[in-house]
């Protein structure tokens, strides 16, 4: 049964800063890892998706890393803003069942 | 393209009545995923859906709980009899094919106060 930790459970960080966000899962049988962003009240928004033969994905300040065989992940945040504030969950597809950690919940301090 | 839309953003019940909740996957999108979030908890599976077949139920509950996928009209989440516990939100995902390629999008969610 595929188990996905998130660590930390919370941060904080001053703005500006970079900052690492991890992920790990158990079963490194995946199809695709995908990160999301969620705001409290809010549904999920995708940030990246990294396909099981890929390294790495990148959108604007932000690079996501796979290492399969290890069964990790890794989201770097760089240059860190008071609107990067929000809760980030991971999350991993195999077998018709996309499942998540459960979070870590970043605030950025002005 | 609007997305995946649910409705109601916000629903309230009285313990025992019935709950529906809707969702319209992207266009051209045929998989749909239901998860529940519990307060404070992380998003947990409960069933895929297409177009009128159950894939996957594996995470819902076996009582009170229904999902459908009609050939016409949205997917709908039933919760009948609902209890305090049911409390949560409900999020909807879609996917283009399964989840291998595209991962997920997912909907604003509905969230679900049982009084």
């Known amino acids: 049964k595929q188990e996905v930790t998130q660590i930390p459970a919370a941060l904080s960080v001053p703005e500006g800063e970079n900052l690492v966000l991890n992920c790990s899962f158990t079963d490194s049988a995946i199809y695709n890892l995908q990160w999301f962003r969620q705001d409290p009240g809010k549904g999920l928004t995708s940030l990246l998706l990294i396909q099981s033969s890929q390294r790495e994905q990148t959108s604007g300040r932000l690079n996501a890393s796979l290492d399969k065989s290890s069964g990790r992940s890794t989201l770097y945040i760089a240059a860190s803003q008071p609107g990067d504030s929000a809760t980030y969950l991971c999350a991993v597809y195999n077998n018709n069942d996309m499942r998540f950690g459960a979070g870590t919940r970043l605030t950025v301090k002005p | 393209n609007a997305g995946v839309m649910q409705n109601p953003r916000h629903l309230v019940r009285r313990r025992g009545q019935e709950a529906r909740l809707r969702c319209s996957p992207m266009k051209g999108h045929s998989h749909v995923y239901w998860y529940r979030q519990l307060p404070e908890e992380g998003l947990k599976f409960m069933v895929y859906?297409?177009?009128?077949?159950?894939?996957?139920e594996s995470g819902m509950p076996k009582e009170r709980f229904s999902a459908e996928f009609p050939k016409e009209g949205p997917s709908i989440l039933r919760i009948q009899q609902v209890v305090r516990g049911d409390s949560a939100a409900y999020f909807c995902a879609s996917s283009p094919l399964d989840g291998t390629v595209y991962g997920y999008t997912f909907g604003s969610g509905t969230r679900l106060t049982v009084v």
């Open positions: 859906l297409q177009k009128e077949n159950i894939i996957d």
